[in-house]
């Protein structure tokens, strides 16, 4: 394949140069064919290797892109996440320094367009609009589903099917020490400094009053705290008030799985505070495995000299796969918080009801230093 010629640019940036083109060969062909970029004209700003008008955002999926020019800036809408250096920004503004920065864009499940603008180091700017389809988001119900299907599934091999079932406390039961060891190894598989917290209060060893898998990723704040959490054990058979059951699918194993899947996505994501994934146990016997990390003194536990920013609790999840909009497109995953304030209103914000029964109910301290 003969190249076409050699543009001539600048000594000085002349190694960039080239390499952005070399990395743009390959999506456009070969170098002097019609597609590729004009001859003297800098390549600014780049979505997964491509310029950004050729790119379709994918919601839910990652994107990563490339701002070049030391004063630029990058300016994203409420709807989209920006990341740089595996940080998320809040105000989804991010400024050049040096000659470039590298980060990802994540578009949330409810976007239908994008408007992204780039603002240059003399206060003028670009506007780019760019198209949006449905993609598999990093949190998504078919993989919830299919890890649902595998702890809850009964088989005569249950390296094939998980049988994670039978989780409640106590008596001893092996079946829950067998479903907390492979929780544990789930997170520890993920990198996460994953511990086992065991408490006993009884004076018999054998029947723990909690165990519970707590998970921490350190954050670049050290003085804050925050985390999210769902129990993982179940009602006992005859228990209140349904009669128990052997699987839990609802209470509590699609929160377990939540948190599961929510440990996976967070692996790529730099936090801000100390932050701790937790699968409790004991809470169908009155919340004992969360009381226990919060009101023990150990190294893993919820430590007192430390803001506590916030908790959320994964608890009877339900998600809206394999069901589809009339339009055939996925339902995007959803937050819902019942009973609502008002049952004429099917639907309340989360974090409305979350300050509300933490604040005003619980009289929860929101910083425990």
Not at 108 to 125: A, M, N, Q, R
Not at 264 to 270: G, L, P, S
Not at 279 to 298: I, M, P, Q, T
Request: aromatic residues 10%; charged residues 20%.
């Amino acid at each position: 394949m003969m190249l076409g010629p050699i543009m001539q640019v600048k000594r000085a940036s002349k190694g960039l140069f080239l390499v952005t083109l070399m990395l743009l060969a390959s999506l456009s062909g070969c170098f002097g064919e019609d597609e590729a970029v004009q001859e003297g004209v800098p390549i600014v700003f780049q979505i997964d290797y491509q310029m950004p008008e050729d790119v379709v955002l994918r919601s839910g999926e990652w994107h990563e892109f490339q701002l070049l020019g030391n004063g630029r800036a990058i300016s994203v809408p409420t709807d989209v996440m920006l990341f740089v250096d595996g940080y998320i920004i809040p105000n989804g503004y991010a400024a050049v320094e040096g000659e470039s920065i590298n980060g990802k864009l994540l578009l949330t499940p409810y976007v239908d367009e994008v408007k992204l603008t780039i603002v240059h180091d003399d206060g003028t700017g670009d506007t780019y609009e760019l198209a949006v389809t449905n993609g598999t988001p990093i949190v998504n119900g078919k993989e919830w589903m299919d890890k649902m299907e595998y702890i809850t599934n009964v088989c005569p091999d249950t390296t094939q099917c998980g049988g994670y079932i039978n989780r409640w406390m106590g008596s001893p039961n092996p079946a829950f020490e067998r479903a907390a060891s492979f929780f544990q190894g789930h997170f520890e598989g993920l990198g996460y400094e994953t511990h086992i917290l065991r408490v006993f209060d009884h004076g018999n060893p054998a029947e723990p009053e909690s165990l519970n898998v707590i998970a921490w990723k350190r954050g670049r704040d050290a003085s804050c705290v925050q985390g999210m959490g769902g129990h993982m054990d179940i009602m006992f058979p005859g228990g209140p008030p349904g009669g128990g059951t052997y699987e839990g699918a609802y209470d509590n194993t699609g929160g377990t799985v939540s948190m599961m899947l929510f440990a996976k996505a967070f692996v790529d994501i730099e936090v801000e505070c100390d932050t701790f994934l937790a699968l409790w146990s004991s809470e169908e016997e009155g919340l004992r495995g969360s009381n226990a990390f919060a009101n023990n003194e150990c190294d893993y536990c919820l430590p007192t000299d430390k803001e506590l920013r916030f908790y959320i609790n994964m608890d009877m999840m339900g998600i809206s796969y394999p069901a589809v909009k009339p339009t055939g497109e996925p339902y995007p995953y959803h937050a819902w918080s019942g009973p609502d304030f008002d049952p004429d209103v099917q639907d309340v914000e989360i974090t409305t009801v979350l300050d509300h029964v933490h604040r005003n109910i619980l009289e929860a301290p929101m910083d425990l230093r």
